[in-house]
């Protein structure tokens, strides 16, 4: 599966670092650009979570995005129940919030 990014976030897919950080305004586009990455990563088989500082329910999360953009891109293979996105490849996401965690528990996750 093959995506559009735009320039602005190639160094985001091209540089090897466990956790990365977007900073922008309203209407960059990040959001979209990263529920298509993360799409694209579960296709291929990878876990995902996908976290907020302060999560109280899965209607505060991106899952709607994610699916949205399935639709949107015509992907198969996705399935999803309420709390999860799974893709025939074995790839799976999950949802978490940060707020109460340590170091520690957010590595074991």
Excluded at 7 to 13: I, M
Excluded at 18 to 23: D, F, P, Q, S, T
Excluded at 62 to 89: C, M, N, P, W
Aim: glycine share 10%; with cysteine.
């Amino acid at each position: 599966m093959q995506i559009d990014c735009a320039e602005v976030f190639e160094p985001l897919v091209t540089t090897p670092k466990r956790i990365k950080i977007l900073v922008g305004g309203r209407g960059s586009t990040k959001s979209t650009f990263v529920a298509d990455y993360v799409n694209a990563s579960v296709y291929a088989g990878e876990l995902w979570c996908c976290a907020r500082e302060y999560q109280n329910s899965i209607e505060e999360s991106v899952h709607r995005l994610l699916i949205d953009e399935q639709a949107r891109l015509g992907l198969q293979g996705f399935s999803s129940d309420k709390t999860h996105i799974y893709h025939t490849s074995g790839g799976r996401n999950f949802y978490r919030g940060l707020q109460g965690h340590s170091i520690d528990t957010i590595k074991s996750m």
